[in-house]
């Protein structure tokens, strides 16, 4: 029989170090690396989170719409032959924004243990997120200068397939990304936000990757094949692409309402990380 305040419970494990808490009193420490039982197993509800950091999460959300409308405005206005400076700012504005976005929605959580956060997958979405956009500007500059100059077409093509190579990052940090709103709403109540998440990043790292294979075909004169996958795209970006801006204008509300409901900022005593 549990002692009185002896944690009880299915698998009630340290937040630190995976420790089985079972047994353990309620205001002690974890036996095997000392952490305060209290916080390692402290509610992990959205409302219950750190506010600065819900915000910080709450605003990469609302930076990503930001960019999805960029990029629907670039759709309906920009123009590859000849290009414009104009095509360039509105593409590199509606890359900027996607990676801030992104960038703010992986901000680490305060005085949360190793084991219930995903440091890696975190690194590696910023990290496929700051390379698929660094793909996304070279290419741009390559087709523009090749458009706008017949002068050193060899190495505007050296560069272009560069960032072609560079943007293969993107179908895997889209559904990085998803898979980390996923993650924030499964700590949302009721729902299934994190679901819709999971098919969202899916379907648009698939159309993402029908349209660099598209552009493959473009260069390799696979005119088929590149129609075929341009289709693709598409037909994916109409469905899965105003699926998820829907997505995200939920997710940024059901966060908000996490700010709302937590009246304890404890971020303002711990501050935030980068």
Excluded at 191 to 205: K, P
Excluded at 228 to 253: D, H, I, P, S
Excluded at 264 to 273: R, S
Aim: hydrophobic share 50%.
């Amino acid at each position: 029989m549990a002692a009185e305040g002896a944690i009880a419970g299915e698998f009630p494990s340290c937040d630190e170090c995976g420790y089985d808490l079972r047994g353990s009193p309620g205001d002690g420490r974890c036996p095997e690396c000392g952490r305060e039982i209290a916080r390692a197993l402290r509610d992990r509800s959205m409302a219950a989170a750190d506010v600065q950091w819900v915000r910080r999460v709450r605003a990469g959300v609302g930076v990503t719409v930001a960019a999805y409308l960029v990029y629907a405005l670039a759709g309906f206005t920009i123009q590859i032959v000849p290009p414009r400076v104009y095509d360039l700012a509105v593409f590199w504005t509606a890359g900027l924004l996607e990676v801030l976005g992104v960038w703010w929605v992986s901000t680490p959580e305060p005085d949360v243990g190793r084991m219930r956060d995903p440091r890696r997958q975190r690194q590696l979405l910023r990290t496929l997120a700051v390379i698929a956009g660094v793909g996304r500007v070279v290419g741009s500059v390559a087709v523009a200068l090749g458009g706008m100059s017949r002068r050193w077409p060899g190495v505007m093509e050296r560069t272009f397939v560069i960032g072609l190579v560079l943007c293969a990052a993107w179908p895997a940090a889209t559904a990085l990304f998803y898979g980390r709103l996923a993650d924030l709403m499964r700590r949302v109540p009721g729902g299934l936000l994190h679901r819709q998440a999971v098919v969202i990043g899916w379907g648009l790292a698939t159309g993402i990757a029908s349209f660099l294979w598209g552009v493959v075909g473009l260069i390799f004169r696979r005119v088929q094949i590149s129609d075929a996958a341009f289709t693709v795209f598409g037909l994916e970006l109409v469905a899965f692409g105003l699926w998820g801006l829907g997505l995200l204008v939920m997710c940024w509300r059901a966060i908000a309402g996490g700010v709302n409901a937590n009246k304890a900022p404890v971020g303002a005593a711990q501050g935030l990380q980068l």
